[in-house]
């Protein structure tokens, strides 16, 4: 499998199960519209095609975590010995954190393609077999119930 490395986020928050980027991706406005509250943004202002791509979310252009990884000429929190450190303790999204802290060990152990593969594996309902996202409480599709984080 080919991957897209502008979806492994320094912070090991996969981006392909961002809702952000899945409603990007599908072009999907409705979605954008339920997302906007959650992020304090407008629907025009949630677009993101990924962490490392050349158009990206707000937050995520900002992230103190990415920034740190470039300083330290590093991929990811996960080729780094200071993991977790501050910026993980102070992550602001709590379901990012539990993410990152689940995430970054598991990226470290397989290397970033089997990581990403996981990731996409992940995030996928295990009713129905509909791809949903990150902090998705209910399928998109069948309704029911998901916990994938």
């Keep these: 499998m080919s991957v897209n490395?502008?979806?492994?986020?320094?912070?090991?928050?996969?981006?392909?199960?961002?809702?952000?980027?899945?409603?990007?991706?599908?072009?999907?406005?409705?979605f954008k519209e339920r997302l906007a509250p959650v992020y304090n943004s407008t629907v025009e202002e949630l677009v993101c095609d990924?962490?490392?791509?050349?158009?990206?979310?707000?937050?995520?252009?900002?992230?103190?975590?990415?920034?740190?990884?470039?300083?330290?000429?590093?991929?990811?929190?996960?080729?780094?010995?200071?993991?977790?450190?501050?910026?993980?303790?102070?992550f602001p999204?709590?379901?990012?954190?539990?993410?990152?802290l689940r995430a970054v060990p598991r990226w470290r152990e397989i290397g970033t393609e089997k990581w990403m593969e996981e990731e996409d594996k992940r995030y996928i309902c295990p009713h129905c077999g509909y791809p949903t996202f990150r902090g998705a409480k209910r399928c998109r599709e069948c309704k029911n119930p998901v916990d994938l984080d």
């Design 5 to 30: 490395k502008e979806l492994a986020a320094p912070c090991g928050l996969y981006c392909g199960a961002c809702g952000i980027y899945v409603a990007t991706r599908d072009n999907n406005e409705k």
């Design 50 to 90: 990924g962490c490392l791509s050349e158009r990206v979310f707000s937050f995520c252009k900002t992230c103190p975590i990415k920034f740190c990884c470039a300083n330290k000429g590093i991929e990811g929190c996960f080729q780094c010995a200071d993991f977790p450190c501050k910026f993980i303790d102070n």
């Design 93 to 100: 999204i709590p379901v990012g954190k539990k993410v990152i």
